[in-house]
């Protein structure tokens, strides 16, 4: 079974961004979405998450899974500590435990009383990516959550989500325009073109993503050929 | 940082020493406690005030129609601002009433409410109009100004719309809420001695600010004076204190 986005149209006023669309999402590993910036992949992923609606079309399989997203920003409530920020989407009357264990696997366990205002960019981020996980979801929307991050933020950001990913494999869908980002976490590349959107291109990484290197020759011949297809 | 804080608290002083010197002066060339007494005697008249047999009675009454105005404009200012925040059509039904309150002069209010209520009620039901517009108009700009980002994470995580207003909405206005209530406070001590003049309840500070003037007593009325901002700006204290325990995210 998998989620199955089928023939949708979505326009902004004369701006046509989806029509006749359709793409297959598989479950339990990282889809990674590469398009350029303002194709509509923050689009889709609203669409995905219900919080905007096609003009037409159906998703499949969406109904029934729980979501959870990881924004461009960290969207951290800045009255709440760390450990409030988790807690508060969660049902459970006591979800300390849940909490800690997530914290901990993004290495934040010694900041979890801190409030907001006392984190730097990517360690709210990593708050963030804990939220995702910590929340009982079937798939988690990544809206390029490294993009406003340096380069040395991202390496130790995307480490931190490959490992609490590796321990908890849910379904992803990770949007970015980033290549490298694209090749070193996703499993399913699916290359987007500009709107209305279509897909140029679909392949498959196999392996483990914790064991990627950009530098390995199979890696940048990839990079080569994808690069020139998003011309 | 300290340097500067240091460096104007001397300016103030001086300001202040210069507005004595000031007083002092015209209060020589008049040479009449009848139009202005000395700042000496002036201050004399004030401590001995603190020591009248219904001091307390007097500044308690005052006091207690302040709280109980600022309550009943702090609940339904919040209440009503937080609604309006959030339904811009209850907004628009509510904005000409705040306008017509905020714009209608204090003494109008009193006038009519003379007419209406009992002389107790009337500096009470003149702080709650005054303060009311204050606070509510804060609440309405503090949920305006609400991240919609971070709502809109909230319900994707499904968050029940109870639960939305209790932790993100309140939390994020309660800046605007303390800044209300403190230009409120403001303006409310004002109006409820006004209220105290005109209505002449038995206790009250303006009871006796007025006793004071049909009698000429000028160095009591600007004691009585000097009492008012005194407990004006023990208020703005508190409240700032308040909202120092409160806002302890930032």
């Excluded at chain 2, 700042?39 to 020591?51: G, Q, Y």
């Excluded at chain 2, 994470?153 to 206005?173: F, G, N, W």
């Excluded at chain 2, 009871?207 to 208020?235: D, H, K």
Aim: aromatic share 12%.
């Amino acid at each position: 079974m998998s989620l199955k986005i089928s023939n949708i149209n979505k326009s902004f006023h004369d701006f046509t961004i989806y029509s006749d669309f359709s793409l297959e999402i598989p479950e339990h590993t990282i889809s990674c979405i590469l398009g350029p910036s303002g194709c509509g992949k923050t689009t889709l992923l609203n669409m995905m998450s219900k919080t905007i609606h096609p003009d037409s079309g159906h998703f499949y399989g969406f109904d029934e899974k729980i979501i959870s997203y990881i924004f461009q920003e960290p969207r951290l409530l800045p009255w709440k500590t760390v450990r409030e920020n988790i807690s508060f989407i969660l049902k459970d009357k006591e979800p300390g435990k849940i909490v800690d264990k997530y914290l901990q696997l993004v290495e934040l366990e010694n900041f979890a009383d801190f409030y907001p205002a006392k984190l730097s960019g990517g360690m709210k981020q990593r708050v963030a990516i804990a939220r995702a996980f910590a929340y009982p979801s079937d798939i988690i929307l990544m809206d390029e959550p490294l993009k406003t991050l340096d380069f040395k933020l991202k390496q130790n950001l995307m480490k931190s989500f490959r490992k609490i990913w590796q321990f908890d494999k849910r379904t992803v869908v990770f949007v970015t325009h980033d290549i490298d980002e694209a090749l070193l976490l996703g499993n399913d590349i699916f290359v987007f073109s500009k709107a209305p959107v279509q897909i140029i291109e679909q392949f498959k990484i196999n392996g483990s993503s914790t064991e990627r290197s950009l530098e390995s020759t199979e890696m940048a011949e990839l990079k080569k050929q994808v690069l020139k297809i998003m011309e | 940082m300290k340097k500067i804080f240091q460096k104007n608290r001397i300016i103030t002083t001086i300001s202040i020493l210069i507005l004595l010197t000031i007083w002092k002066i015209v209060s020589i060339i008049y040479h009449s406690e009848l139009i202005l007494p000395s700042p000496e005697l002036t201050f004399l008249t004030t401590i001995k005030l603190f020591t009248t047999k219904d001091f307390i009675y007097i500044i308690g009454s005052t006091i207690f129609r302040g709280i109980i105005g600022f309550i009943l404009s702090f609940l339904l200012g919040v209440l009503l601002g937080i609604f309006a925040g959030i339904n811009s059509s209850f907004h628009a039904f509510l904005k000409p009433i705040l306008v017509t309150i905020r714009s209608t002069p204090v003494i109008s209010l009193i006038l009519l409410a003379l007419i209406w209520f009992k002389v107790d009620m009337v500096p009470v039901f003149i702080a709650f109009l005054t303060m009311f517009p204050f606070i509510c108009t804060n609440v309405i700009d503090g949920i305006r100004n609400v991240d919609h980002d971070l709502v809109e994470m909230a319900r994707i995580y499904k968050i029940s719309q109870i639960k939305i207003v209790k932790e993100v909405y309140l939390p994020a206005i309660t800046p605007f809420i303390f800044s209300g209530a403190s230009s409120a406070m403001g303006f409310g001590w004002r109006a409820i001695i006004i209220g105290e003049v005109l209505s002449q309840p038995r206790y009250g500070i303006g009871t006796f600010m007025q006793t004071a003037q049909t009698y000429l007593l000028v160095n009591q009325v600007i004691a009585w004076t000097i009492v008012a901002v005194l407990i004006s700006y023990l208020f703005e204290i508190i409240i700032r204190k308040i909202e120092q325990r409160i806002v302890i995210w930032k």
